[in-house]
């Protein structure tokens, strides 16, 4: 079988695919702290609809970010955890979080939003 020619220009470009957008982020921020069910996750993730968690997730799950495990009861209990990779793109995501932080009081000036009250 032919290998498909490289689609990232380098890490970055390829971590973005896997974590970019507003949600994927937020969502494995909130799976940081243990396996979550997804009402849990919707609580922890504050704005995003329940569609968009569902496709997030799928999206997750589909690139071995998130596990995702279906117990066999009714009704239905669903669980979702960070795997290997998850944690270790987790852990990449705590220096991004340090940076907004740090600089948080500037982003909301430029962006012209209320800075958070410390």
């Known amino acids: 079988m032919k290998q498909r020619e490289r689609p990232y220009s380098c890490g970055i470009d390829a971590a973005l695919d896997v974590v970019g957008g507003k949600w994927k982020a937020l969502i494995l921020w909130a799976l ?3 396996t979550q ?3 849990d996750l919707k609580r922890m ?3 995003v609809t329940e569609k ?3 496709q997030q ?3 997750l799950e589909h690139d071995g970010i998130v596990s995702r495990e279906i117990y066999p009861q009714v009704p239905p209990k669903v669980e979702y955890s960070l795997t290997e990779l ?4 987790n ?4 220096t ?5 932080n740090e600089h948080m009081d500037h982003i909301c000036e430029v962006k012209g939003v209320a800075a958070p009250v410390h």
């Open 57 to 59: 997730l799928r999206e």
């Open 45 to 47: 993730v504050p704005g």
């Open 52 to 54: 968009m968690l569902i």
């Open 37 to 39: 069910r997804f009402g």
């Open 96 to 100: 991004l979080g340090a940076w907004g």
């Open 86 to 89: 998850g944690v270790s793109l």
């Open 91 to 94: 852990a990449a995501l705590v």
């Open 32 to 34: 940081s702290t243990g």
